[in-house]
């Protein structure tokens, strides 16, 4: 078995961070290459950290959270997302994606296999190759929608110990329905298979409502995942949390305790802010995704380049198969010859070639002069693939 040294060597970095990193040194750059959010964290919450910063009690709190927000998020769960746990089943950490590690680092063992969604998250797949987990990518295809093929899960499950699942999905847009979920969670249970219900996109739905897959029974078999930092514009303050089975949620907590400690006390206080404070600026933003969604499917469906319409989050997954195989080949391209930064289809995984993500988290302005830059390259690669 190889060590995690070795595991570390071998990883390739996300694509998205990737792009971030290239686009920060170009200028007149049109970023829609990363999920962040381009309204300000609203103001009642900026104040009421400020006001708490004020008192100067900046210090350490319990590596599980303080036990103010932990209250605070189980009366949100029951009253949101009809999941009824106790505060002792929560676990306060620095973002969705240290939750997301937590989680796996507590469930599995090296050698374990690990159904994935494809194209999925990346960290999801970083973070179980780093704990020696084996993936085992699941198919999701723009012509179901980026829907699970139960029959596809259905032969990989024996090889495996644990259930990805992402809705609202990053990055297809993708929004399971009770009735998938429900079938998902009896697959679950046929093949003893934990799940992890990755939910950071749960306010951000379109067409469909968000249901929480641990609210359907079975909560010794579910661990959800959700972030602050998406519904609330709260990317920078880095603060998400897990729900898990007790004993579950205690691993968790060891796991936090050797790679953090504890997550910040501004960042707590901020979520209390958010929890008990005004939801209007959620809907707000909620709206202005609606928007820029239906600006960006009709442009794109004008160019023929939409895949499939996304119910929820503030992502598309766009075809530019015409310009390459390659799709960091294509990110790079694209930066460079039109200034528009995405993220390579690839970077979800093998079922994103041909494929980029635009993430919707920009004006309708920039959006929509991006998809022409991109219908742009595009129409050059078929003048001269015609031309040939």
């Known amino acids: 078995m190889r060590s995690i040294a070795t595991a570390v060597g071998a990883l390739r970095r996300s694509g998205i961070r990737e792009m971030m990193d290239s686009a920060a040194s170009l200028d007149g750059v ?66 969705g994606t240290p939750a997301v590690y937590g989680a796996l680092a507590a469930l599995l063992d090296p050698g374990d296999g690990v159904l994935l969604p494809d194209p999925g998250w990346p960290s999801a797949e970083m973070a179980a190759t780093l704990l020696g987990a084996r993936p085992l990518h699941y198919r999701l295809t723009p012509e179901s929608g980026y829907q699970p093929d139960l029959e596809q899960l259905e032969a990989l499950a024996p090889q495996a110990r644990l259930l990805v699942l992402n809705t609202p999905s990053n990055p297809t847009g993708a929004v399971f329905g009770r009735e998938l979920l429900e079938r998902l969670l009896g697959l679950a249970q046929r093949h ?34 959700f972030s602050f930092s998406k519904s609330y514009a709260m990317t920078g303050w880095r603060v998400g949390y897990v729900v898990a089975p007790l004993e579950v949620a205690e691993a968790i907590v060891k796991v936090q305790e050797a790679i953090v400690a504890c997550p910040s006390w501004p960042g707590q206080k901020a979520a209390e802010a958010a929890l008990t404070g005004p939801q209007d600026a959620v809907a707000a933003m909620r709206a202005a995704y609606r928007t820029r969604r239906d600006v960006a499917v009709a442009a794109l469906e004008r160019e023929g380049l939409l895949l499939a319409v996304p119910q929820g989050a503030f992502y598309v997954m766009v075809d530019v198969s015409a310009l ?65």
């Open 192 to 225: 003893d298979l934990t799940v992890l219900s990755d939910e950071v996109y749960e306010e951000i739905v379109f067409d469909a409502d968000h249901v929480s897959i641990g609210s359907l029974g079975d909560p010794d078999r579910v661990v959800s995942v």
């Open 30 to 95: 049109l970023h829609l290459e990363i999920g962040e959010p381009d309204f300000p964290t609203p103001s009642h919450i900026v104040d009421a950290v400020v006001r708490a910063l004020a008192s100067g009690d900046v210090k350490y709190t319990l590596s599980r959270g303080t036990p103010e927000l932990r209250a605070l998020l189980a009366e949100k769960l029951r009253e949101r997302n009809r999941i009824d746990v106790p505060p002792e089943a929560i676990v306060v950490t620095s973002g």
């Open 324 to 388: 390459s195989d390659d799709t960091y080949a294509i990110a790079r391209t694209l930066l460079h010859g039109q200034r528009v930064a995405v993220a390579p289809g690839e970077s979800f995984g093998p079922n994103g070639g041909g494929a980029v993500r635009l993430s919707l988290a920009s004006s309708e302005e920039v959006v929509a002069e991006a998809i022409e830059r991109i219908a742009r390259a595009v129409r050059g690669a078929d003048t001269v693939s015609a031309s040939r």
